[in-house]
């Protein structure tokens, strides 16, 4: 989805690097998240921001840190990136439920990073 | 968080319609069902979303019977382009987080 977009594509980097994996969005939504997911295997979530001072970790935080600089940026940061986060990196946003609890809302993906740590 | 279960896979051939049923017995009052698509190396993106009896929209039909612990995904005549890996969810209203299981993975033959 174009409204979603992330920086870089595609990412080598060698362990103990720090790495920052970037995510922009044009859709004005207020909640951001980020997934990981391995081959073959579902998305796990990383961290998730329900506003900017709103940062919560998800299901796989260690290893991981995140930074939400305005409404429509959240990056991801691994302090000292290890082999095992060799994986497909995912940014999501979604906008706050609609009123009257008709339904939640739907999250919109980014294109995806793939990061290979050696 | 509750916990769904759905085939790993399933195949079926261009034309025909396709049937992927999930399992959630442990639904929760104010869980939605939410199915997205993945195709490889693409985020999930967004296909329907029920809370009881039958939905219905541009792409997909979405059959969920009155004890809501299981609900069933009807993709109408599939075309290669329907391959993918499909997800059951549920998401309540609050939503603090998104569980996406390892989904089924339909391969739909010529």
């Known amino acids: 989805d174009a409204d979603v977009t992330q920086t870089p594509r595609n990412r080598i980097t060698k362990t103990g690097k720090r790495i920052m994996l970037e995510c922009s969005q044009t859709?004005?939504?207020?909640?951001m998240y980020w997934y990981r997911q391995d081959p073959g295997l579902g998305l796990q979530l990383i961290y998730y921001?329900?506003?900017?001072?709103?940062?919560n970790k998800g299901e796989i935080s260690d290893g991981y840190s995140v930074s939400r600089q305005a409404q429509a940026k959240f990056s991801l940061s691994l302090e000292s990136a290890i082999p095992n986060q060799t994986a497909l990196y995912f940014c999501?946003?979604?906008?706050?439920?609609?009123?009257?609890?008709?339904?939640?809302?739907?999250?919109?993906f980014g294109p995806g990073t793939r990061l290979t740590v050696l | 968080l509750a916990k769904t279960t759905q085939p790993i896979s399933m195949d079926s051939y261009e034309g025909q319609e396709v049937n992927i049923t999930c399992s959630h017995n442990n639904i929760a009052t104010n869980d939605y069902i939410t199915w997205y698509q993945q195709f490889p190396s693409q985020g999930p993106r967004f296909i329907i979303q029920g809370y009881k009896t039958k939905v219905t929209n541009e792409v997909a039909s979405l059959f969920i019977p009155a004890d809501r612990k299981s609900s069933t995904l009807s993709l109408p005549r599939v075309s290669l382009s329907d391959t993918a890996v499909y997800y059951c969810?549920?998401?309540?209203?609050?939503?603090?987080?998104?569980?996406f299981g390892s989904g089924t993975r339909l391969q739909v033959q010529p």
């Open positions: 999501a946003t979604s906008g706050a439920p609609t009123s009257g609890g008709a339904g939640t809302d739907t999250q919109y």
């Open positions: 859709k004005g939504h207020d909640r």
């Open positions: 921001s329900f506003d900017v001072k709103d940062i």
């Open positions: 969810l549920l998401m309540d209203t609050g939503r603090r987080a998104l569980t």
